[in-house]
């Protein structure tokens, strides 16, 4: 991204390799610590990517937990740079002032570069913006910008924002996301997910909650350890179930076993 327009902050990222990389090795341009963030900022493990993504808002948290669920998508990067020549020229163009600090031309990124396993679509740029931020015309020319910079390489650009970001989906996600990390213990899991798919079939009006009570008692197991297994087993796809609905009102017969749930335990075993 090499440009005479650079300022010395811009030059000393790229030579720390910001903006560059895929997977594990990517380095967002924007850190947590190098910007004032809307709200909350975070910095959460990706399973997608083996790696810390560092995301500026509660908007970026909510949209970072559906793409990392979403088995077509390969490859997430956050905070992805712009051409600085490219978008210096589109603001010519466009007659729209090109983003500055003092005086200075800025570094323009978007907030997701996603590739996918979508042979029509293999890469994706989407911006996350609150629906209150559509309303400043500032904003709106700067996203303008954006839109013709991938417009001109060729890559669908998405604008989203809170309306676009099912809140069951992002709830649920939130709660089995820890969960994925249970891979390691994949196997024990397995073996104990026919028991309870059994009772289950057995029970199937009880609430996941109930039944997990009530296989902890059985068993003489501490009380949450049935919950954690079942929430490990809904986080590793073993048990499916309808995402726009909160976990918290689903019963065990809402949970349907994994038509791939026997090659379960070596599709995960290969990606370790």
Known sequence: MASSSLDARSEKWIKEGRGSGTGKDYRPWLTVRDVPS????HRVWGFQTGRTHHLLSDLE???????????HVTDIREQYPLRLDDTLEIATQAGIR???????????????????????RPKIAIQAKT???????????????????????????????????????????????????????????????PL?????????????SQAAMALDQAYTLAPGES??????????????????RPWSALTVGDLQVSPDARSLRDRYAANQ
Do not use: C
């Open 196 to 208: 309870y798919g059994e009772f289950f079939s057995q029970n199937p009006t009880w609430p996941v």
């Open 131 to 193: 629906s209150s931020d559509l309303a400043k015309p500032r904003t709106i020319e700067k996203l303008e910008l954006e839109r013709r910079y991938w417009e001109g390489k060729g890559i669908p650009w998405y604008l989203i924002t809170e309306k676009e970001i099912p809140k069951a989906v992002t709830g649920n996600i939130a709660w089995l996301y820890p969960a994925q990390a249970a891979r390691a213990e994949l196997e024990a899991l397995v073996e104990v997910a």
């Open 227 to 244: 919950l954690q297994k079942i929430r490990s087993l809904m986080a590793l796809r073993y048990f499916l179930f309808d995402m726009t």
């Open 98 to 120: 090109h983003p500055a600090m003092k005086g200075q031309p800025q570094v323009m990124s978007t907030d997701f570069l996603l590739d996918t396993k979508d042979e029509s």
């Open 61 to 71: 948290l909510a949209a970072f937990f559906l793409f990392d669920w979403n088995p």
């Open 38 to 41: 809307t709200g909350r900022s």
